[in-house]
């Protein structure tokens, strides 16, 4: 395996980063996570505008342009020979010393990228659905630095995760601070309720995920079925016809059991399904060629 950090490649035991690192020693940076699939990275742009976005909001430089960047994310795809992966693009704010004065961190930002094979949820839990419990820990509220940052600070969705673990189930919802549902640790959430689909608005306190926006497109294109946002609560989802979560890892996967209720018939509901088709068929028919040279004139 070669990792991309600051220009050059690395092997896997030989890529390291200092631990003056701000990245490391405060979780000051921020991340994506890119699937590529059939050699071809998918909605590239829309992670690198969101990375820019994330970027511009916690006062961090980006060291090189967006078109540099995704040269390089290219560039690590093709070295490791991948046509189905996962990317890992971290920038953190680099090295420092040990205050928390960004400013003293002089070098600029350090940015890695790392290319690997997928891991996913096996296939039967496309059908079958996923269990979700409700996490203690509430989502970060507007007034913090808002989830709709990238950051490296996943602390909180770490500790949700561990509590749906150790509920036996696969995700966890988060509430906001006025107890509507968020999102889940890693993933966002929507439900349908009489043939309506419904997700939380990004004042929620969301992840604007990717994968919710190819969602909402497809519902749109494909089931001529606009996805209404509006803040909800979990009761909403107790009693919905069908819940499904969309991410980069999971894709668009159904949940049918929330809090121990059953959702819907207690399987991958019709919408869910017929959705999870239409993302694959897309997902593997677009995105920016990994492999295909631009021919000469
Ligand atoms: N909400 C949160 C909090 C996330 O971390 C999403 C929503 C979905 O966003 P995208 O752009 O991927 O549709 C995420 C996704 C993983 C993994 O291994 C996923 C994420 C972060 C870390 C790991 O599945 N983010």
Request: net charge neutral; proline share 3%.
């Amino acid at each position: 395996m070669k990792i991309y950090i600051d220009g050059e490649y690395y092997d896997k035991d030989d890529a390291k980063v200092s631990v003056f690192d701000h990245g490391v020693l405060y979780g000051d940076g921020i991340f994506e996570g890119i699937r590529a699939y059939n050699g071809r990275i998918f909605r590239l742009e829309d992670h690198l505008l969101r990375l820019q976005d994330s970027a511009n909001s916690i006062l961090l430089k980006l060291p090189l342009s967006l078109k540099e960047i995704e040269k390089a994310i290219v560039e690590t795809v093709r070295l490791n020979g991948l046509k189905d992966a996962y990317i890992r693009l971290v920038v953190t704010r680099g090295v420092g010393d040990l205050g928390l004065d960004m400013r003293k961190c002089k070098g600029g930002a350090t940015l890695f990228i790392i290319a690997d094979k997928i891991e996913l949820y096996p296939d039967e839990f496309y059908e079958k659905g996923l269990t979700l419990v409700t996490s203690t820990i509430r989502q970060k509220g507007l007034d913090q630095v808002t989830p709709s940052v990238k950051s490296l600070n996943y602390l909180a969705n770490i500790m949700a995760r561990a509590e749906a673990t150790a509920a036996g189930a696969q995700e966890a919802i988060m509430l906001n601070s006025t107890g509507h549902v968020s999102e889940c640790t890693g993933d966002n959430i929507f439900f349908i309720k009489r043939g309506k689909i419904f997700t939380p608005p990004t004042s929620a306190g969301i992840l604007v995920g990717v994968t919710r926006q190819v969602a909402m497109e497809l519902c749109e294109s494909k089931l001529a079925n606009k996805v209404v946002e509006r803040n909800f609560p979990r009761y909403d989802l107790y009693s919905a016809d069908e819940v499904f979560l969309t991410g980069t890892g999971a894709e668009v996967i159904s949940a049918v059991k929330i809090d121990g209720r059953t959702i819907g018939k207690g399987v991958a509901g019709p919408v869910t399904r017929q959705l999870i088709k239409h993302f694959r068929e897309y997902a593997n028919s677009t995105g920016t060629p990994v492999y295909e040279t631009v021919k000469a004139k």
